[in-house]
C-alpha cells in the first residue's frame, strides 16, 4: 500500500510539473505561431496573389524566429512563402489537371491522414498525390504514414492544390494522380 501510495505522489508531481509548462491559454499550452494541431487550421486557402514576389533559389522562409524554413501558415491565416504568382516556372505545367481534378473534401473542414508513401507518391483515403519537385526539400520532416493534411485548392498555379500540414503548419504544393 505505501508503494503504491508513493507511485501516486510521484505521479501528482510530474502531472503539476507538465501544468506549469502550459500556463497562458485556457485549457492548454499556449497557441503557437505556426502549427500546433487543429486549432491552427486556415479558414481558407491562400489569397490570390496581386503583386508577385520574384521566383528564386534558395529563399527564405523563416519570417521569424522559431518559424519553419518553409512555406507556411501563421495562426492568424496569413500565407508566408506563396506570392510567387501564376508565372512561377517551378510550378508550370504542360498538361494541368492530367490525371482529374481532386473530388475528396477541400479546405478545412476535411482533414486527412496520409496513409504511407513519400513526396514522390503518397496517398490517403484511396487518392494518390504527388509533391511538386521543387518542394520536396520543404517536406523532409513529414510523416508520410501518419500526418493529418488539409487540402487546399492553389489560386495561382493551373494544376496544383496545397497541401497543409496540421502538425507543423507547412504547405507544400501537390499534384493529384487519381484514385
Known sequence: MKKLIGLLAICFVFSLSAL???????GGAARPEVGGGHQNIPKHGPAKVTTPHPAEENRKFNDKAGHPEA??????????????????????????????????????????????GGPSRFWFGGFYFS??????????DWFWDSDEIVIYEDPDHIGWYLAYNVRLGTCVHVMYLGM
Open 131 to 140: 509533391v511538386a519537385p521543387y518542394d520536396f526539400g520543404f517536406c523532409n
Open 20 to 26: 506549469a509548462q502550459h500556463e497562458g491559454h485556457p
Open 71 to 116: 512555406p507556411h501558415v501563421h495562426a492568424n491565416g496569413q500565407w508566408v512563402g506563396h506570392d510567387t504568382g501564376p508565372n512561377d516556372p517551378h510550378y508550370h505545367l504542360d498538361h494541368p489537371w492530367e490525371h482529374g481534378r481532386f473530388t475528396g473534401g477541400i479546405g478545412r473542414g476535411h482533414i486527412w491522414r496520409l496513409g504511407g
